[in-house]
């Protein structure tokens, strides 16, 4: 009993994030067959257009812990985006990435309860169609890649830590060891049809994505990383050998590989399972905090997780006004401070 409460105690210390507001429960959000929970984390100013990132856990892990584990929820408060985390119904904690229905658009598994989180927020939280993403690590990861080749529909960008390619688990059960042991090898085209099998018939714009993997990762290894270039490579139709390769980006040791505008790749020599969140870098590559493009470029130039907002600009989304605030008025390039009411201004 007192062990257990020193434990619980070290590790709410240990993930405590400064977040303003709690996390919250929501249920009856839409079609939901296998149960998965649906936590909110709203900040008190809200973005507009307003974004939503879905923030997706480990095996063994829970909303909880990745609200307290990562930064999404900090940043939301600086930057006005809600994040949802969703809570995988498994009770090893990990998500359902191999089912047929997982895998495909609107047909049930753990990713229908997700996509219906996504529509609930839309209609109710009145979150930017436009501005929807997901990210997640390892089993979260994984989740990532089927909601990106499942509900293509729904999101614009996605950024996977650690995770393996959409249908690889396909056919197996809960854990699938020839995938995870990197020995699920297809051509550019199978990936690329697995993908394209997940939303028969879907035609529109497919979300960028972004993967992170460790190169001494044995949990997952990292030939996962290899086959995922080689299927968003073929889902977006470009070639499989990088356009720009940066080395000690954004860290020693990794490299950040770019293949055109929709695919980066990132390896991280020597790290193990998993690759650590870099929300900064996510951020970015969401559009959220970047001045740019819309997160083409590699990121080495983007805040630290941890640091404040530059005194100097204020990025994409970000408060540059209003009663009581006290921060720089100065937006990045190329947005503008707008008044959205006497309490908060806003770059967009
Ligand atoms: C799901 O099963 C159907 C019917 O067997 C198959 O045609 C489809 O390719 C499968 N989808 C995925 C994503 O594997
Ligand atoms: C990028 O360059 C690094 C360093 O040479 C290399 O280890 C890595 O495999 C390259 N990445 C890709 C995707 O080719």
Redesign the pocket.
Same mark, same amino acid.
């Given at each position: 009993m007192i062990l257990k409460a020193l434990t619980t105690l070290a590790l709410a210390v240990a993930g405590a994030n400064a977040a303003a507001n709690q996390l919250q429960q929501v249920t009856n959000f839409g079609s939901n067959p296998t149960n998965v929970g649906m936590y909110v984390y709203k900040p008190t100013k809200l973005a507009s257009p307003l974004p939503l990132i879905v923030g997706m856990h480990y095996c063994t892990g829970t909303a909880q812990a990745y609200f307290t584990g990562t930064q999404y929820a900090n940043l939301a408060d600086q930057y006005g985006f809600i994040v949802i985390y969703p809570n995988a119904p498994d009770s090893g904690g990990c998500w359902d990435v191999h089912t047929?229905a997982t #895998?495909?658009h609107n *047909?049930g598994g753990d990713s229908l309860g997700i996509a219906s989180m996504v529509r609930y927020a839309i209609s109710t939280y009145g979150v930017d169609a436009n501005h929807v993403f997901a990210t997640g690590t390892s089993s979260g990861a994984m989740m990532t890649n089927v909601l990106m %080749? *499942?509900y293509p529909d729904l999101f614009q960008a996605g950024s996977a830590f650690s995770g393996v390619p959409y %249908?690889c688990f396909? %056919?197996s059960d809960m854990w699938n060891s020839q995938c995870a042991e990197g020995l699920v090898i297809k051509t550019p085209q199978e990936w690329g049809d #697995?993908v394209r099998? %997940?939303y028969?018939g879907y035609t529109g714009p497919r979300p960028k994505f972004q993967f992170w993997h460790g190169t001494a990762d044995t949990t997952l290894y990292p030939q996962n990383f290899w086959e995922d270039i080689k299927q968003w490579t073929n889902v977006f139709g470009v070639s499989q050998t990088p356009v720009t390769n940066t080395t000690n980006d954004p860290l020693p040791g990794y490299s950040w590989a770019t293949f055109g505008p929709n695919v980066d790749a990132i390896l991280a020599q020597g790290v193990g399972h998993t690759v650590p969140v870099r929300e900064s870098d996510v951020l970015n590559w969401f559009g959220i905090t970047n001045s740019g493009s819309g997160g083409t470029t590699t990121t080495s130039t983007a805040p630290p997780t941890t640091s404040s907002p530059a005194s100097g600009t204020v990025a994409h989304y970000g408060q540059c006004g209003g009663i009581g605030y006290t921060g720089s008025t100065v937006c990045a390039a190329p947005y503008t401070c707008q008044v959205s009411n006497s309490y908060y201004s806003q770059c967009l």
């Open positions: 047929n #895998l495909t *047909a %080749g *499942a %249908g396909e %056919g #697995l099998s %997940g028969p």
